[in-house]
């Protein structure tokens, strides 16, 4: 398939993107979803975050991990379209680029790059480091990758963007930048060898410069225009958003669907299926609450079984039960038309499984996520249900998953009042069960 940039946005058009994001605290297989979904799509784009994202794919028997570059690019007649809202480090994504290409992956031919996209230099990630240092035991969990910095400069007006990369004086302009930078750190006892990280960096700003950039807002709103099926994916996931997340335990950017509209240039009425991810329970890596965490034996058994660890980070990640009140909230802030639930297959062997369906907050039973989430002690109410023995792994219909599991999604599809497409049984691309046809 062949896809032309020329921009034909005006055209009246019933087309809608539909969006793909995380419900939880990120890790919650998007990246396997989008891969499997993208086969109904022409374009996959991503919408916000950064290297701190990992959406982990595995198929025929080899896992492949991207960051920054959208899951649908091992489809050779997709469009995969990095938005405005992504912010973008050149040495993480010429690793990316060139273990794609090491595949085969012609990533030159159906990537494409917003021009306002903005760039993560060096000295956001040194900036990083240090302010997470100087925090001490009040650390938020930052993966380190300059991401809050490079928000930061955003929003205060004084960040470099794709498109700069096209100007004749762009080392004059990361060079001012970079000075406003070092000032900065010169507040922090922390020692720096910015020479060291200069190369990698000037070696990935080539390697972007030799792919296609665009005005993606003129790109995608013509690509609807002309009847092509554009699949938004989230990183991260919704209780890492910056306004709506465990605060300040969040990430810089919008994770919600109204980051889909910002981070890619749509009209919120352009927007159609919401497809919610979550795990069959819950995780979180690095600092902040997570009223159902299971620091014992169970916990670790389900951070073993489900391989638990972060796949950007390497870090342990934290485990626990399904947490329903968090779930309808981001149900509510997204509104999800529809769930798909993974790594079902790790709760196998649990004689019971717990859900929280209410929290102990200040004295009171309640069933929403309260304002202050860090600081007040929060208790989970459980109901428990039966659990299964039997190996999902090698399930390969929906008719053929034990009684206890349906009874399972049957609980959490009327407690969240969705139903749940789509389960998944394993890692592998094939892991993957529809439970109807998914809905456009």
Not at 349 to 357: L, S
Request: charged residues 20%.
């Amino acid at each position: 398939m062949c896809f032309s940039l020329k921009l034909t946005p005006f055209i009246f058009s019933t087309m809608k993107a539909d969006v793909l994001l995380g419900l939880q605290w990120g890790d919650e297989g998007k990246g396997k979803v989008v891969d499997v979904l993208t086969p109904r799509y022409d374009v996959i784009a991503r919408f916000q975050g950064g290297p701190n994202a990992g959406h982990t794919l595995e198929f025929e028997g080899i896992k492949h991990v991207l960051h920054t570059i959208p899951s649908g690019i091992f489809h050779s007649t997709k469009a995969n379209v990095i938005g405005n809202g992504v912010v973008i480090d050149p040495v993480v994504f010429k690793k990316e680029i060139d273990a794609l290409l090491n595949l085969g992956v012609d990533v030159k031919k159906n990537l494409f790059i917003s021009r306002k996209a903005h760039l993560i230099l060096p000295t956001h990630r040194l900036l990083d480091a240090a302010s997470e240092a100087s925090k001490g035991t009040a650390k938020i969990g930052s993966t380190l990758k300059g991401i809050g910095p490079t928000y930061m400069d955003k929003t205060g007006r004084n960040g470099l963007r794709i498109g700069d990369l096209e100007h004749a004086d762009f080392k004059s302009l990361y060079a001012t930048l970079v000075a406003k930078h070092k000032e900065l750190l010169g507040h922090y006892n922390y020692e720096y060898n910015l020479s060291e990280l200069e190369p990698a960096f000037f070696e990935g700003v080539e390697a972007i410069k030799q792919l296609t950039l665009i005005d993606s807002e003129y790109v995608l709103n013509s690509y609807l225009a002309n009847n092509k099926a554009i699949l938004a994916e989230g990183a991260q996931g919704s209780l890492l958003d910056i306004d709506f997340g465990s605060y300040p335990f969040v990430t810089s950017s919008h994770t919600v669907t109204a980051g889909t509209c910002i981070g890619l240039g749509l009209a919120p009425g352009k927007i159609g299926e919401v497809y919610g991810i979550f795990k069959a329970y819950c995780t979180r890596v690095g600092s902040g609450p997570f009223p159902t965490e299971l620091e014992d034996s169970t916990g670790e058994t389900l951070r073993k079984n489900g391989n638990e660890f972060g796949s950007t980070t390497g870090r342990p990640r934290r485990c626990g039960w399904l947490d329903l009140p968090a779930l309808k909230y981001a149900i509510m802030l997204n509104g999800v038309t529809q769930l798909i639930m993974m790594k079902s297959d790790v709760l196998s062997g649990f004689d019971t499984i717990k859900v929280c369906t209410h929290y102990m907050y200040k004295g009171k039973k309640i069933e929403h996520v309260p304002y202050d989430v860090v600081n007040e002690k929060i208790d989970p109410i459980y109901d428990e249900l039966p659990g299964w023995k039997e190996d999902l792994m090698k399930v390969s219909d929906f008719d053929q998953l034990p009684a206890a599991l349906m009874q399972y999604v049957d609980y959490i599809e009327q407690a969240t009042g969705l139903p749940i497409t789509i389960i998944s049984v394993g890692p592998d691309r094939k892991q993957t069960l529809m439970r109807k046809e998914v809905a456009f």
